[in-house]
């Protein structure tokens, strides 16, 4: 997630990095900054929002909507966390990603196998727990 919201927002300044990393973000609050993400995108509107990252973008949001969601609270027994497989090569990315496809399921296999007693919120990269 760091390496994306920095590619995102390199300002440390951001508002919208700086809502991301709130730790009273929520998941409404996700899908507000998602709205605004849309607006500015349709109205050509990058002062915020840089405009050659839309994946980026995508996936920025997917991991704060995890850990907004695990915050706000979850069923017993529900773990829910995302998992980043690294730059695979694979057709998306012309073959020309690092690990093999392989080496790229090994986190989610990990993060699917963790059992319900595991922490919800999480980001796993390389099989582990990345830092907010």
């Known amino acids: 997630f760091g390496g994306r919201l920095r590619v995102c927002f ?15 973000l929520t998941v409404e609050d996700v899908f507000d900054i998602h709205d605004e993400y849309q607006a500015a995108v349709k109205a050509d509107d990058y002062s ?8 980026y973008m995508s996936k920025c949001l997917l991991i704060a909507h995890t850990r907004a969601r695990s915050v706000a609270g979850l069923p017993k027994g529900i773990v ?3 998992a980043d497989p690294g730059y695979v ?3 998306m990315t012309l073959h020309k990603g690092t690990l093999t496809i392989d080496q790229g399921a090994a986190t989610p296999v990990v ?22």
Do not use: H, M
Request: charged share 25%; proline share 8%.
């Open 10 to 24: 390199p300002d440390k300044n951001n508002p919208v990095r700086q809502r991301l990393l709130s730790l009273s």
């Open 48 to 55: 915020v929002f840089k405009k050659e990252l839309p994946l």
């Open 111 to 132: 993060v699917c196998n963790l059992g319900p007693e595991a922490d919800s919120g999480n980001l796993y990269s390389q099989k582990k727990i990345i830092k907010w």
């Open 89 to 91: 090569a694979t057709d």
């Open 80 to 82: 829910l966390n995302s």
